[in-house]
């Protein structure tokens, strides 16, 4: 998991919401973001979202929070929280949406959600989810499995997300989106090992066990075969740049939150 801001840093950061928050300033956050905002004291009382990986740590150290784990996006006037795999792009798609309306918003999600664009088409080991196939019942089938990290993901659960018979969800599906669901689900699964070795801190056997592997050896082969690189080699090529930039208090002290 990616480290988190503690002590004094947490403290400067909650006060510098806090102000913004009183002028006026729309608070959005994304999965471990609604640490920060906890913080505050903002979303006492209130019903959030956030990834499921942050969910102990907010429910223990913030009891007055209301954590929804079951809704990709929670919204108020004054406040947006999403979690889940790739929920910044439904949060940055609803911003677009709040401050330039909803064509714009259809064009950008044009742009950024049709197939074979930008770095990820260069990096076939990257996934990007297909969003834009104008299929909603099978976005809401797409979104349960990025709730869930594509983890404990069955055909049954994914049809009742979607609101559709399992064999017209299986059609539906792979047509919209090119893989069936249960490939669909491993590729999720895998692209949220890359996020997290790319920005956190958590061992090889702590993510194979987040991500259900049996072990780290099974993890290691599946990751090595999508890939094409052991983990310990991706992390060492692509990891760290997060805790490289911020994982430093001022004064040299490092942040040691566990989550």
């Given amino acids: ?37 906890a913080e505050t004291g903002l979303i006492d009382g209130r019903e959030v979202s956030t990834h499921r990986g942050y969910a102990d740590h907010v429910a223990d150290r913030y009891p007055e929070v209301r954590l929804d784990l079951t809704s990709r996006i929670i919204e108020y006037p004054d406040l947006v929280t999403a979690g889940g795999f790739m929920a910044w792009v439904d949060v940055g798609l ?10 714009v918003r259809e064009e950008t999600a044009h742009f950024m959600l049709s197939e074979n664009t930008g770095s990820e088409a260069s990096d076939p080991g990257r996934f990007l989810p297909p969003l834009a196939h104008g299929d909603a019942a099978v976005r809401r089938a797409q979104q349960h499995a990025h709730l869930k990290d594509g983890l404990e993901v069955t055909l049954a659960s994914m049809a009742d997300a979607a609101k559709l018979g399992r064999r017209t969800l299986l059609r539906r599906f792979t047509k919209a989106t090119g893989l069936t669901p249960i490939a669909y689900c491993r590729a999720v699964r895998m692209a949220r090992a890359r996020e997290l070795l790319d920005a956190g801190d958590a061992t090889q056997s702590e993510i194979a ?12 082969r599946a990751f090595r075969k999508v890939q094409g690189v052991s983990p310990g080699a991706y992390r060492r090529q ?22």
Avoid: W
């Fill in 1 to 37: 998991m990616m480290d988190l801001p503690s002590g004094a840093l947490l403290a400067r950061i909650s006060r510098l919401l806090r102000e913004h928050h009183a002028h006026g300033t729309l608070l959005v956050c994304v999965c471990s973001g609604v640490v920060l905002l």
């Fill in 94 to 103: 609803l911003m677009v949406q709040r401050f330039l309306g909803e064509s």
């Fill in 209 to 220: 066990e987040r991500l259900g592997y049996i072990d780290v050896n099974s993890f290691s």
């Fill in 238 to 259: 692509f990891g760290g740049a997060f805790a490289a930039e911020f994982g430093k208090e001022p004064g040299g002290g490092s942040r040691n939150v566990s989550t």
